[in-house]
């Protein structure tokens, strides 16, 4: 693996080539703990990686007045995955014009990359049952994924926009629009990964009101008929964001919108303990046979408010590796290991989110010392 200083040229052919985007605020803090890590697989488990850092974000656009380099965002789509750690922060203190982060920031790279499907894995630690805002007998064994679709609706629908009325008032309009193909893609992506877990997977829409959804519903029952070993449920997505604190165990594979995928999952990550324990993975079209364009990150974002503080909870960022490990690299057993690792590293230390007064709490990169040391551990076991 080239090092981070000489990152710039990706020589060997035979390595996958990563371009690795920290991007804002904690961003920047937690993507360092998961290159550390990732450093650790390239070292101990060979797996041969070419890693390019780049610049990204609305730091970046106020540095340069570029989000990102125009030919590093030609060559994402040129390399087997990206490592992003988290776009925003500074928006409200330094505003950036909404057109301009529409076009230029995360968004428009998710779409460029052609990123449909953006999943996000929900498991509740036994290990953290303590630090649940939920009881342990209703957190105990969580373990869903939500299949948010990442590149329609109303994140993009046309028209959208702010205009002056004449009356003096002004008016904000967004659209939520899908089509068939959207929908279809995205159901389709959620059966096949049902298939591999306990088979059922929950739509979530509010077809009780919007014609976007009523299209949902129809066609995702439509294209459930192609996987008869499938059990497949609706919920209306208020009634989903109870049932998540209520009884989240019912749920294995949660399909949903742009939207809603976006607010459910950060409303389910508190099962979990913390916002920054959730990863992320967000898939595009397949560049091999079995393995797609790939973006990882986690789901948290740059978190201005403990940004530069060396305490952000670096485990959305090494759990998405875990991911990687999985979805690019194909190297689920080491997927496993690094799973391992970081529920052997919180029993021993934790960063404050997830605070237990009988553990000592560490620093971003502390807890990241403690996860290579379990993976050292567990390394040295299996050797
Ligand atoms: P946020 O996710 O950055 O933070 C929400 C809360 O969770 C904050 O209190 C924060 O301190 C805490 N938190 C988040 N990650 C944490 C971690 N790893 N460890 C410990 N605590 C953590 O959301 P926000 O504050 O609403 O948004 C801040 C900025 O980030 C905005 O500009 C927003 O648009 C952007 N954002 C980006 C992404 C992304 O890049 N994918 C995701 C969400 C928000
Ligand atoms: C996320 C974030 C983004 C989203 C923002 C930063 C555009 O909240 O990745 O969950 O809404 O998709
Ligand atoms: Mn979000």
Known sequence: MTSPASAQSVTDASAYDLIVLPGDGIGKEVTAEAVRVLEWFAARRGINVNLRHEQFGAEAYHATGHFIKEEVFADLLKVDAVLFGAFGGTLEANPIPADIRRKFGLLRMRQAMGLFANVRPVKALNTLSKVSPLQPHVSADVDLVVIRELIGGIYFGEPRGITQLESGERRGVNTQVYTTHEIVRIADFAFALAATRRGHVTSVDKSNVMESSVLWREEVKKRHARYPDIALDHLYVDACAAELITRPRKFDVI????????????????????????????FGAELRPGVRRAFYEPVHGSAPDIAGKGVANPCGAILSLALALEGTFKRPEDARLLEHAVDIALQRARTRDLADPSLPVVSTRGFADEVIKALDEADGAIG
């Not at 459910?264 to 993975?281: E, F, N, V, Y």
């Open 255 to 282: 399909l949903t919108d742009n939207l809603f995928g976006d607010i459910l999952s950060d409303a389910a990550s508190a099962i979990t303990g913390s916002l920054g324990m959730l990863p992320s993975a967000s």
